[in-house]
């Protein structure tokens, strides 16, 4: 069901490309994550889909995260915890320009899927045992997303924006990034 929806959405944003205002834009961000988890880390993601454009002032973007291998050493038998996540997030907002055609504030909201994966490497077993069965857990969160764009020219703009995910994946995120427009 949930794949028949993206498809749906999808293809509505296909169907009104020529609409005057509509566009489409590859997006690509780099972004340093802070995880309110029981500890504090910092580590980073990347994100890399589009952007379509209803209208001058409505968007929407759909993209996929992936967030690196991230370790952390502790002392034996466990030795040293992998992690990593990825997922995806549909996101719909508003945009208004600030000075001009140069800077345009962004505002958002969204739903993101994301599975998180981690396992363990131990020292003190045999090299065939030392990787054991990861764990896997799969969330659904909404999410809230502001930020500022730059355009540096009509097919290149410069993103950067903060991304708060709520629920299980309390995640804080400072993003920078560029969109190149497709037609």
Not at 126 to 142: T, W
Not at 154 to 168: M, N, Q
């Amino acid at each position: 069901m949930k794949k028949y929806l993206v498809l749906f959405v999808f293809l509505i944003m296909v169907g009104s490309l020529r609409a005057e205002y509509s566009k489409l834009n590859g997006i690509f961000y780099f972004g340093i994550d802070k995880w309110y988890g029981s500890r504090y880390y910092l580590f980073y993601e990347v994100q890399g889909g589009i952007e379509y454009r209803f209208s001058e002032k409505l968007f929407g973007e759909f993209y996929y995260v992936a967030m690196p291998n991230y370790q952390k050493e502790y002392s034996p038998p466990k030795d040293i915890r992998n992690s990593y996540a990825e997922g995806a997030e549909l996101l719909f907002g508003y945009k208004q320009k600030l000075k001009g055609d140069k800077w345009i504030f962004i505002g958002g909201a969204g739903v993101g899927y994301q599975r998180y994966v981690q396992f363990w490497s131990y020292s003190d077993v045999p090299v065939a045992q030392a990787n054991y069965y990861p764990e896997k857990e799969d969330y659904l969160y909404p999410l809230f997303k502001v930020g500022l764009e730059n355009k540096l020219s009509e097919r290149i703009i410069l993103s950067y924006g903060l991304l708060k995910r709520f629920g299980k994946v309390e995640h804080f995120v400072i993003l920078a990034g560029i969109k190149v427009s497709l037609f």
